[in-house]
Every structure is written in structure tokens, then in C-alpha cells.
């Protein structure tokens, strides 16, 4: 089992920036890949980025390549996604989800074990 806790969504402007966190907990954190993904209203749950378990591989998808950074400690255990240069487009929930059957990463939303309760960003124009 794993618990996971998302914190960081708000209120921002366009072009402004927010940092998400997503804390672990149940198993080893490091044994495992992770991910963000988001959902907006009336829109299919979308992946983000995604990170291997130690950090050396990430992922992102082609609207947020270059704005949004995803990292990890592993002390802490605990995954970020630094968002920069938001847009009102990218106003969703965003999930962050842990994948124990892989070290690597995936881009899939079907291959992610756990998920968060989500957390709110809403970026104004």
C-alpha cells in the first residue's frame, strides 16, 4: 500500500508559477517510478510527467515540455512539479501517482498503482 498526499495548487496568474508536492508513504520510496497527471473539467485525466525512481529519467508531455520541471527527494520522499509560465489552459486538478511495478517511468495512466487525492490549480487570464 501507498498513501500519497498532494499540497501546492492555488490561484495564479498567467504566467505566474506554483510548486506542487506529493509526500509518500507505505512503501519504499525510492523502489519506485512516479507521476503527475491532471484533469480538467469535463476532459480525460492527461499525463504531466513522470520520473524514474532515482531521479535520472523524466518525462513530460509536449504542452508543458519547457515550463514544468518534475523532481524528487528521496530522503523525503516526496516527488515535486515546479510549474512556470503557466497558462490559463493548464487550470485542472492535478494528481500525482505511483507506478511499483516499474523503476523507469511511464507516460500511461493505466499502469499507475496509487493516486492522490488531487489538488486544485487555477490559472487566470
Known amino acids: 500500500q501507498v498513501q500519497l498526499v498532494e499540497s501546492g495548487g492555488g490561484l495564479v496568474q498567467a504566467g505566474g508559477s506554483l510548486r506542487l508536492s506529493c509526500a509518500a508513504s507505505?512503501?519504499?520510496?525510492?523502489?519506485?517510478?512516479m507521476g503527475w497527471f491532471r484533469q480538467a473539467p469535463g476532459k480525460e485525466r492527461e499525463f504531466v510527467a513522470a520520473?524514474?525512481?532515482?531521479?535520472?529519467?523524466?518525462y513530460y508531455a509536449d504542452s508543458v515540455k519547457g515550463r514544468f520541471t518534475i523532481s524528487r527527494d528521496n530522503a523525503k520522499n516526496t516527488v515535486y512539479l515546479q510549474m512556470n509560465s503557466l497558462k490559463p489552459e493548464d487550470t485542472a486538478v492535478y494528481y500525482c501517482?505511483?507506478?511499483?511495478?516499474?523503476?523507469?517511468?511511464?507516460?500511461?495512466?493505466?499502469?499507475?498503482?496509487?493516486w492522490g487525492q488531487g489538488t486544485q490549480v487555477t490559472v487566470s487570464s
Open positions: 507505505g512503501r519504499t520510496f525510492s523502489s519506485y517510478a
Open positions: 501517482a505511483a507506478d511499483l511495478r516499474t523503476t523507469a517511468g511511464t507516460r500511461g495512466r493505466y499502469e499507475y498503482d496509487y
Open positions: 520520473i524514474s525512481w532515482s531521479g535520472g529519467s523524466t
